[in-house]
C-alpha cells in the first residue's frame, strides 16, 4: 500500500490550494481515508476523513466550511480542496487510509503516505 500526497505549497492568507492523494496497492472499496496536519511543534490532527463506501465525511472544526474532501474512487485519488487559507493551516499534511475501519478517522489509521508541506503566509 502507497500513499502519495502533492499540491503542497506557499500561499497567502486567504488563497486556496488543492492537494491530491494517489492510493495504489489497494482499491478504494468502503474504507476511511483521509488528511491530518502537524504544525511544528504541536502534535499531529485529524482534518479530514471520507468514508469511501457510503461518502460520509469529518471535519475537524478548524476547517469547517473552508476545506472540502473529495475521492475519485476510479481513479483512486483523494483530493482536499482548501479555502480561505490561514496562517494557521501551516503544516504538513498527510494522507492516510484505515482498511478494517469504514468511519475511523484517528491517528491509528493502517497507512500513511509522506507529508506534503503547505505555508500560508504573506
Known amino acids: 500500500v502507497q500513499l502519495q500526497a502533492s499540491g503542497g505549497g506557499l500561499v497567502q492568507p486567504g488563497g486556496s490550494l488543492r492537494l491530491s492523494c494517489v492510493a495504489s496497492?489497494?482499491?478504494?472499496?468502503?474504507?476511511?481515508i483521509g488528511w491530518f496536519r502537524q504544525a511544528p511543534g504541536k502534535e499531529r490532527e485529524g482534518v479530514s476523513c471520507?468514508?469511501?463506501?457510503?461518502?460520509?465525511?469529518y471535519y475537524a472544526d478548524s476547517v469547517k466550511g473552508r476545506f472540502a474532501i473529495s475521492s475519485d474512487n476510479a481513479k483512486n485519488t483523494l483530493y482536499l480542496q482548501m479555502n480561505s487559507l490561514k496562517p494557521e493551516d501551516t503544516a504538513v499534511y498527510y494522507c492516510?487510509?484505515?482498511?478494517?475501519?469504514?468511519?475511523?478517522?484517528?491517528?491509528?489509521?493502517?497507512?500513511w503516505g509522506k507529508g506534503t508541506q503547505v505555508t500560508v503566509s504573506s
Open positions: 492516510a487510509a484505515e482498511l478494517h475501519r469504514p468511519h475511523y478517522c484517528s491517528g491509528g489509521m493502517d497507512y
Open positions: 496497492g489497494f482499491t478504494f472499496d468502503d474504507y476511511a
Open positions: 471520507i468514508s469511501s463506501g457510503d461518502g460520509s465525511t
